[in-house]
């Protein structure tokens, strides 16, 4: 089986209690099957703990979260009790795989690292080499790659080497890529588009209004590498995942969408490196975190170009 990520993959690493946004703070954390029976397997204060921990009602069990919607055994110091105790091979399979995302083939799976994470955005916009895929085998069986998938991927690289390209102007890459049009031109009006979508949190329901005062056009003022790499983000994520099947051209306009969107919001709000991360990561959350936003903005998509 070949596992696939992009060429910085491995320069990601948790920055644990560094880190401004702990992903153990107000999300939901589910907890898999077989990480179950490990915790039901747990003696001691900390099984006592687990026991009285976990909601089992309804669907399926998750961390009963508690004051200012932290995990419970998210510490003072913002580590997590269970590494400390039993090690990362107690993690519930969501915990291990944050902020990672996975695409799978018959031959392969394709990993990233998801821009809602602070980190996983440093690294991403700090990459100053044009976005590339490494490939290694580790040694599992696998089935072999189907002609539809084989046709999928190469197109998916060949509109990132576009992307990519850096010998000609990103508009002119863009132009290149782009089949679809999008209905809003500026800035004021696509705040205000976004602020009708599901919104988590009260930072960015602050910064689209600011943005609604804002009636610039969107554009990239100075942010080009970062434009190429948030595109090249954006459709290696969706272009090959299940529920992106068979829509290319809304993949790619998606793409564009959200990458001119947050160096729009960087060009106008952004005054340091950090508040570039922060505003990437705000949106990470608040849209690709949301399957309904996600789904919502394809359909406008499509709708607005009758696909």
């Known amino acids: 089986m070949k596992i696939v990520t992009p060429k910085y993959y491995k320069d990601f690493k948790c920055i644990g209690s560094a880190c401004r946004h702990n992903c153990c703070i107000g999300w939901e954390i589910d907890i898999d099957p077989d990480t179950m029976v490990k915790y039901k397997g747990v003696d001691g204060v ?16 998750h961390f009963i979260l508690g004051e200012n919607e932290r995990c419970p055994f998210l510490n003072k110091s913002n580590l997590c009790d269970i590494i400390s105790a039993l090690g990362e091979g107690y993690l519930c399979e969501i915990c291990n795989a944050h902020p990672r995302f996975k695409n799978y083939f018959s031959d392969r799976v394709e990993i990233g690292l998801g821009l809602c994470c602070e980190e996983a955005c440093r690294i991403t916009l700090a990459n100053r080499e044009p976005f590339s895929l490494v490939a290694e085998e580790n040694g599992e069986p696998c089935g072999d790659i189907s002609e539809y998938e084989k046709e999928l991927i190469t197109y998916r690289d060949k509109v990132i080497s576009v992307i990519t390209d850096r010998s000609r102007s990103v508009e002119d890459r863009i132009n290149s890529i782009s089949t679809l049009n999008l209905p809003y031109l500026t800035i004021d009006k696509w705040a205000k588009y976004l602020m009708s979508l599901e919104i988590m949190s009260e930072e960015w329901r602050e910064l689209l209004k600011k943005a609604e005062k804002k009636s610039m056009p969107l554009t990239h003022y100075g942010y080009e590498r970062e434009l190429e790499s948030l595109m090249a983000y954006f459709v290696y994520r969706y ?18 969408l959200c990458s001119r969107i947050i160096t729009t919001l960087w060009s106008v709000f952004a005054q340091n490196s950090e508040e570039i991360i922060e505003i990437c990561r705000l949106f990470s959350q608040e849209i690709e ?8 903005i394809f359909d406008m998509i499509e709708e607005y170009n009758e696909i």
């Open 46 to 61: 900390l099984g006592e703990r687990l026991d009285t921990s976990i909601d089992n009602e309804g669907g399926c069990p």
């Open 239 to 256: 272009m090959t995942s299940e529920n992106c099947d068979g829509k290319n051209s809304t993949v790619i306009a998606f793409s564009v």
């Open 289 to 296: 975190y949301s399957v309904e936003n996600v789904e919502a």
